[in-house]
Structures are given as structure tokens and as C-alpha cells.
């Protein structure tokens, strides 16, 4: 498991699912191959039902499709029991409630995500200076022996994104995460998800914002209908998705 | 001094019930599972307790071997809930039913008497005789296990193990993506939290000096009813959530059973005793709700 831990190279490889609705088969994905390097920063647009959420479904472990393979540095992550999964793969959700644990303190929710400090006899005092350190740039160092319950839905994104750095995870997994945030949170957001992505991890973002869609990251993969409709790395060819977008995908 | 009497009585009963409230209030506002098994732990491990001291066993593994059976209750509730997705009410229904047959068997009757048989209450009996009608010795017994029991589940839930059990009931969802198993902690916290439904009917038995098949039942309103005021009644700013709880069981039981004793001595039939049990509660909240719309009418002044 130690490759799947330190790297990040993501095999897509002819994933289908397909739902059955009112007795009629819909078609989710269709035969789906991506490869995204390690430490790649991949944006994923389209429409609604153009197969986005259940990729990240399946990418989270949260869906078994019904053929193909996800390999995570050559190590197919289909069937990782949740333990093995959470050291591969970690998710933020677009609901900033779903990611974290709102009765806990904020040092509570870090310190249980905080892999090294689980597995290591840290003392609570130097665990606190590491976490304020932390939270300072995001202006939540006083907040930290608050329940997370008490933070604005901005603040909450902002954790999840900086718990989403102290996980052993080398692919991050964002689902909308700046959907519904004010332009302060969705520019502090953005300057931690720039971070993970200095740290080396794989991102893989959903987004509907069709500007921040070309602007962020490495790479634009647009799907359409269950497949790969568009997939650029190139400045000016990732803008071509904008265009394809404004006339109604 | 017959002022005391309702206090008294109030302060026993609230004590031993407290780790009832307690065991609800872990499996209810920690883990997210309103769990009715309580009424049979607290059966089974009263029954398990008595027939084992009825075959000579020593009071103490006799009270492990009945936190144990109430323990193994609490995890069958749990398992059948992740193993066989039964619903959560229904788990524990399934797992009471068991708990009062079982009980039956143990007991080999419905009514076992412990007259005969030396408690804990016992070893304090000179204290208790020091002030009348003021049982001192017992109420100072049950609030030093009261304090060192809490103490120790505060420093249980507040460890990394804790914490990880907090979160596998605050949020699943979550835990399950930090590589949490959400099952394993469910089954072990039910278990754990009826272990100390089962203390609460040993405890129950040794004082009232007798164990009947019908003693688990009631025990969940009243839990739910102590732990409401307790958490309506008490302030919970500044303190962590857990610790919150744990101080609103404790206090919520003993502040229900010696309202429930000040209101039976006033003259209140022990058959109306449900019909307190609803207006002492409804009271009380409506008392805090109306303070708090005070509070946020203030706020938008």
C-alpha cells in the first residue's frame, strides 16, 4: 500500500455504470478512460447528468461500476475496505456540513484526520501550536477549541480543505467545493486548494463555474451523455470548452 | 427532618439511574441512535447479577458478569442494526423482547429477593444511620462511583479512540472517509453504553433488595425525560459537547427523581406518575423555549 500512500497517478480505465430509472437502463457512463499523472491538477465539467458525481462516486469507493477498473498507481482501488480507500482517496464534499464533524471542536476534527499525530505520541500542547499555525492564514486560529458547528459555511470549506491536507491521501477529490461561497471564502478556498496542489497531491475538481473551469488547474476534461466529450491541457484549447459550454453543451 | 425524605429518595434513585441516562445519552446524542435496548440491559443485567449471586459467586464478578450480559445486548442491537440494516427502533425492540425472555430463564422466576445477600449498601450502613431519614452513606457511595465513572468515560471519549467514535456518530459519512469503520465503533459504543444501563439495574436491585422481570420497563421515559431537562436546564457554552451531555445526564436525573419524590410526597398518586413525568417536561421546555425566543426577539430589536 505504501506506492498507493506516497503517489498519485489515477487510471481510469472503461468504467460503465448503468441505472436502472422507471424500468428504462440510463447510461451514467459509457466505456470512461482517463489517465490524470500524479500531482495533476484536473478540472471536470459538464452538464447536469453528464456523468460527473458518479465518477467521483466511484473514484470515492462510494459506487462499483459495473465494468472497467479505477487503478491508483497500478493498484486497483475497486473493493479497498474503507481503511485502505481513506489512505488513497479523500473527498470534500460541496456541502461544507458533510465535511466535518459539526459537534466536534475544530481541533478535535483535525486531529482525528491528522494521520501522523494518530499514529504518533504527540503531545496535545505541540499538536495545538501545529494547528494554530495552520488555521492562522485562514483566520481560525482563535476558533480552534470551538465546535465546528459554529463556523459559517465558508469556514467549514476551508477546514475540510486544509483537513483534506493532513491526510495521507495522495488524491484529493473535490466536489464543487467553492459552489455557494461568498468571493473572500471562494478566493481563500482556492489558495488552499493551490496548496495541496504544491504539496504534490492529485486534484480532481468538479465544477459548474465555467470561467474558474479554464482558469484553474492543468487540465479540462468536459463530459457529455456518460463520456469524455473534451479533454485539453493547452491554455488556449482548455478556453474552446467555454465557448462549447455558452452555446448549451 | 421529614423535609429530607423526598430528597433523599430523589438522590438515591438519581443517582442509580443516572447511569441509565448517561448510557442513553451516549447512544442517543453521541452516537445518533436513539437505542431502546436500555430497558432490556438494565433488566438483564440486574437478572444475570442476582442469579449469579444466588449461585454463590462473588458480588463483584457478579456485577461485571452483568454489565457483560447487558454489554452483549447493547451489541446485538448494534449488530443487527449494521449486519442486517434493520431499522434502529426496531433492533432494539427485537433485542428488549430477547432480554425479558432471557431474564426469565436466568432468574427462574419473576421475583428474586437479595435480602439474604450482602451489597455494597451494606458496607455504608453506619453512615446511613448517622442522620435520619438522610441515607448519607449511600448517596455518598453512589456520587464518588458516579464521579470517578464520569471522570473516566470524559478522558475515554476525549482519547484519539473517543474522538474517532465521536465522529463515526456525528457524521458517518465522514468517518467512513477518513478510514473510520463506522460498524465496529457503533457496535462497541451500544455496547459499551448498555454496560452502564445493566450497572444501573444491579445497583437497582441492591437497593430496592429485590430483582422482578418488570424492572427495565418505564426506564427509557424516564431517561429521555431526565436527559431533556438536564440539557434544557443546564448551560452548555464553553464546555465541549460530550462533557456537556455527560454533566446533563447526571444532572438531569437526580433533578427529575427528586422532583418526582417532592411531588409524590405532596400528596400526587404514584399512578399519575407518567402524567408528571409529560408536564415536568413540557414545562420545562416551554420555560427555555420561551427564553430563548426572549433572546432572539433582543437580537432583532
Known amino acids: 500500500m505504501s506506492t498507493l500512500v506516497q503517489q498519485g497517478q489515477i487510471d481510469i480505465q472503461d468504467i460503465q455504470v448503468t441505472f436502472e430509472r422507471w424500468g428504462s437502463k440510463v447510461n451514467a457512463l459509457i466505456g470512461v478512460n482517463i489517465s490524470v499523472p500524479a500531482g495533476q491538477w484536473l478540472i471536470l465539467v459538464g452538464p447536469n447528468g453528464s456523468g460527473k458525481s458518479t465518477l467521483l462516486k466511484i473514484l470515492s469507493g462510494r459506487l462499483t461500476p459495473d465494468r472497467g477498473d479505477i487503478r491508483i498507481n497500478g493498484n486497483s482501488i475497486i473493493g479497498l475496505s474503507s481503511d485502505q480507500l481513506s489512505k488513497a482517496v479523500f473527498l470534500v464534499h460541496q456541502d461544507p456540513l458533510l465535511g466535518s464533524a459539526p459537534l466536534l471542536t475544530v481541533y478535535e476534527n483535525l486531529l482525528v484526520a491528522d494521520h501522523d499525530a494518530y499514529y504518533n505520541r504527540i503531545s496535545r500542547k505541540e499538536l495545538e501550536m501545529k494547528y494554530v499555525e495552520l488555521l492562522a492564514p485562514l483566520g481560525l486560529s482563535d476558533r480552534i477549541k470551538q465546535p465546528v458547528k459554529t463556523l459559517s459555511g465558508g469556514e467549514r470549506q476551508l477546514l475540510a480543505l486544509l483537513i483534506a491536507g493532513l491526510r495521507p491521501s495522495s488524491v484529493i477529490l473535490l466536489d464543487e467545493p467553492l459552489a455557494a461561497l461568498d468571493p473572500d471564502k471562494t478566493d481563500q478556498c482556492i489558495q488552499q486548494i493551490r496548496s495541496l496542489h504544491i504539496q504534490g497531491k492529485t486534484i480532481i ?34 478556453k474552446t470548452i467555454t465557448n462549447w459550454w455558452r452555446k448549451g453543451a | 427532618m421529614d423535609l429530607l425524605v423526598p430528597l433523599d429518595t430523589g438522590l438515591l434513585i438519581g443517582l442509580i439511574l443516572a447511569w441509565s441516562v448517561i448510557a442513553l445519552s451516549v447512544s442517543f446524542r453521541l452516537l445518533n441512535f436513539p437505542d431502546l435496548t436500555i430497558e432490556g440491559s438494565l433488566l438483564i443485567g440486574a437478572a444475570v447479577f442476582t442469579a449469579l449471586l444466588e449461585l454463590k459467586v462473588s458480588p463483584v464478578y457478579a456485577t461485571l458478569s452483568g454489565m457483560l450480559s447487558g454489554a452483549l445486548a447493547g451489541g446485538l442491537t448494534g449488530f443487527f442494526h449494521v449486519k442486517y440494516r434493520i431499522n434502529k427502533f426496531l433492533a ?20 428474586i429477593g437479595l435480602i439474604n445477600y450482602k451489597t455494597v449498601f451494606d458496607k455504608v450502613e453506619f453512615f446511613d444511620k448517622l442522620i435520619p431519614n438522610l441515607h448519607i452513606g449511600s448517596i455518598l457511595l453512589l456520587t464518588v462511583m458516579l464521579m470517578l465513572g464520569s471522570l473516566l468515560l470524559y478522558a475515554g471519549l476525549s482519547s484519539k479512540r473517543g474522538i474517532r467514535l465521536r465522529v463515526a456518530g456525528s457524521n458517518p459519512e465522514y468517518a467512513r472517509s ?68 455527560l454533566i446533563a445526564a447526571i444532572g438531569g436525573s437526580i433533578l427529575y427523581q427528586v422532583l418526582v419524590a417532592v411531588a409524590i410526597r405532596m400528596g400526587l398518586a404514584a399512578t399519575d406518575l407518567k402524567m408528571v413525568t409529560a408536564v415536568l417536561v413540557l414545562v420545562v421546555m416551554a420555560m427555555k423555549s420561551s427564553r430563548h425566543e426572549e433572546l432572539l426577539s433582543e437580537e432583532f430589536k
Not at chain 2, 450497572?199 to 437497582?204: A, D, E, M, T, V
Not at chain 2, 422482578?212 to 424516564?222: E, R, S
Request: proline share 2%.
Open chain 1, 205 to 238: 475538481q468538479v465544477t459548474h463555474d465555467e470561467e474558474l473551469a479554464v482558469s484553474l488547474g492543468d487540465r479540462t476534461i468536459a463530459l457529455h451523455g456518460g463520456g469524455v466529450m473534451h479533454d485539453e491541457s493547452d491554455g488556449q484549447a482548455r
Open chain 2, 92 to 111: 432494539g425492540i427485537i433485542v428488549v423482547a430477547i432480554c425479558f425472555t432471557a431474564s426469565l430463564r436466568i432468574m427462574g422466576a419473576s421475583n
Open chain 2, 178 to 245: 477518513l478510514g473510520i469503520s463506522v460498524p465496529i465503533y457503533l457496535v462497541a459504543g451500544l455496547a459499551f453504553s448498555n454496560s452502564l444501563a445493566a450497572l444501573s439495574g444491579i445497583l437497582l436491585a441492591m437497593f430496592q433488595g429485590f430483582t422482578d422481570v418488570n424492572m427495565g420497563q418505564g426506564t427509557l421515559i424516564i431517561a429521555l425525560a431526565a436527559l431533556t431537562i438536564g440539557e434544557r436546564l443546564f448551560p452548555k457554552t464553553k464546555v465541549s459537547y460530550h462533557l456537556f451531555i
